[in-house]
DNA sequence: CCCACTTAGTAACGCGCGTTACCAGCGCTG
DNA sequence: CAGCGCTGGTAACGCGCGTTACTAAGTGGG
């Protein structure tokens, strides 16, 4: 047993590839032998003896399958393929994440490659094409596609050749199952929670483009106050765009708009990077976040959220577990199981922090 | 058992591959000479018009190359294999994009692979082993090995194998070629910039924990003051846990420690997130920024420094360069070039903003 | 003693493709 | 007319493996 059986170091020396045939000559059987009990069969008999002899000649000369020849024999290769902007612009990495793990959990390889959906003129125009087109001859059996901000996309025809789910995007004429996060539950909660932190007055600073995430987002905070008994005053909601100067300049106008007794004591930002203005716009005024001003931001956005001062409560999006639900939904599909639904909604986890 | 269970719902328009074959027998030539014409080869002598013939058919049936059929006769994947525990903890993820961008073009498939070297005692140890395992079972003709900070590793042997680059890290005890940020360079042009503005009293916040980057950063400050007659003032040095929090800390030591008129003109934070917290001690003391303190920073996160007000000035980590110097590095290796250096450094360059 | 049945394995085919060796026909030269 | 080189291909092998069909040696029962 004291051999030199750690693959590790004896490896170097052998580039040259081994491969079963050498297993099954160092181990005195046939080829055959080995690839059963490699694959670990149920219904093959080989004795227990003969089965230690080859596991040990595995290791001594420390073999290694060749997948690919593994695939091309058995018509299988366990490779899903992700297609995403995230990529190009990362900023729901965490995506990535959740379906390289879950895959991983599943025992696959996720073949991760470029989109670029997202510019509408950018310099890599076709790329997205091109990239399926590589998973396709690589052999996925199942495509994801992501995008970095929840939307409709149009998903290249190429992908209908292999079961595809969508993940954080939903297809604007077609018929694939996709996952997005619960955005008006998301609003409801961030709402509930000022609501229940004693908040009446909520001013709500509101995203500039009507994209899904905006709309469900206030859709919810609607919700919430209606539960409450409570309206949303129209007055109290201020646009502005999707960054901190546009937070700032939101925040300012709906803080100005009234003297400190009518003032809202809430704001409720519809993403962090606004949150991250507002910020500014209240302490500048001398105020203090919670104590005259409760914030709650959404996205959760690590490296605002975290270290903002004070760390911001917000809304997360759940883009790790949309991965995973991603990967699952594939499987199932490839599997031939049937889909939970055409479109699977991820809540939007409140995360408490200091803001409120 | 009955193979050809049909996926996905309607995904299966054509599931049946088609093949090199059936390509053949469609233009009425031989496999070979498809091969012959669908890999360009120079010497062999195909009749323009069968050339087209074989063309259209291959169109008209939709051929794709099977990409594991290919690999397995030719004997090489075109793949190469990044591991890091940039998948688990997303930091600097544009090395990845960088990467992924260069494979891109140089037609070659990136593997992307967890690592778990971050966490001593994560819940995935052993994961990292696992993922190269899986690597080599692909049959990647080279391994990247990145990470989310600048710091040795030990890089797992099992990677000797087969070339091996590392990018943001460098072998603690090894050989391997490695690719890392060129911090003094950045720190000196940093200090550069605040001498260029005028600034002369120049504080430091400084990073807590002896890593690389504190050290270079800090000694390329010295060396821009040194280069401009002028000497780090060790009283103007403070060090901090490398948080927002920790940079509100450290800067308001530096702060209140001397009368206005002694004040430093200007404050160099080590990395982003401490300057984002000196942005809030300084703002809380009525000061303004660029008016009363410069700030610059370093690491150029963008969801900081381009939404903090103003706009962060600081210095950039060149993930994305790291990642296409690794790809290329790696193709030098494997094309039995011989590299460059041993250890490449990648510039940072300055960003300006409106912090100074 | 023969037959059926189990145990322990092996030979051989094919996955889709790259590649090498070969071949048939044709025009041209000596 | 033999011989040669050139054009335009084709047959066949092997890459490393999964899988099916088959065999040879024991085992037990009637």
Redesign the pocket.
Known sequence: MAKSTTPGNTAAVRQR?V???DVADHA??????V??V??N?EN????E???TRINDAVLELG????AG??A????RTDWYGIVTEIVTAPFAVDIIKGAQDQAWLDRRFLLIAPSDQADAVGPNQGLEDAAIEKLLEQRVEGLLYAATFHRGVRVPVSANEVPTVLINCFDADGKLPSIVPDERGGGRVAVERLLQAGHTRIGVINLDPVIPAAVGRLAGAREALAAAGLELNPELVVSGYATADGGYDAACRILDRYPPKDRPTALFCLNDRMAMGAYDAIKERGLTIPGDIAVIGFDNQELIAAYLRPKLTTVALPFEKMGALGVQTLAALTAGQPIIADQQLVGCPLLERSSV
Chains 1, 2 share one sequence.
């Open positions: 590839g491969t079963m045939k005195g059987v046939s080829r055959t032998a690839s059963f490699l694959s069969r093959a008999s080989i004795s003896e003969t089965r073999y290694r399958p060749n020849a593994r091309l024999a058995s018509q």
